[in-house]
């Protein structure tokens, strides 16, 4: 079976700014590091529990000016890389906001 989805180019400054928010989301369970290394892994898998999965969420589109709707077809994306994605493809973000 071929998986027709055209590839989705994100920045690497886009995915270090999401990573941030996911590791104070966790109260620091998880380092950006961590997160960045482990992009393609579903937050649930990491141990990121509902409640940080939403304080993420709030953060993101607080941030960004963005809503999820978790009701949707789409849901919450699973891990950081299918956040960055989602950013991008369905709000057109592309860059990080600068915090100063």
């Not at 998986?3 to 995915?15: G, H, I, K």
């Not at 860059?95 to 100063?100: I, K, M, S």
């Given at each position: 079976?071929?998986?027709?989805?055209?590839?989705?180019?994100?920045?690497?400054?886009?995915?270090?700014a999401l990573?941030?928010?996911a590791s104070e989301a966790c109260d620091g369970e998880l380092?950006?590091?961590?997160l960045l290394a482990a992009g393609g892994t579903p937050f649930v898998l990491l141990g990121v529990g509902s409640l940080a999965q939403l304080r993420?969420?709030?953060a993101v589109?607080?941030?960004?000016g963005v809503f999820f709707d978790l009701t949707g077809p789409i849901g919450f994306p699973a891990g950081l890389d299918a956040l960055?994605?989602?950013?991008v493809t369905e709000h057109g973000v592309t860059?990080?906001?600068?915090?100063?």
């Open positions: 079976m071929t998986d027709n989805r055209t590839a989705v180019t994100v920045p690497a400054e886009l995915r270090t990573a941030a928010l380092s950006a590091a961590e993420l969420l709030d589109e607080s941030t960004y960055a994605e989602n950013l860059l990080p906001v600068d915090a100063g």
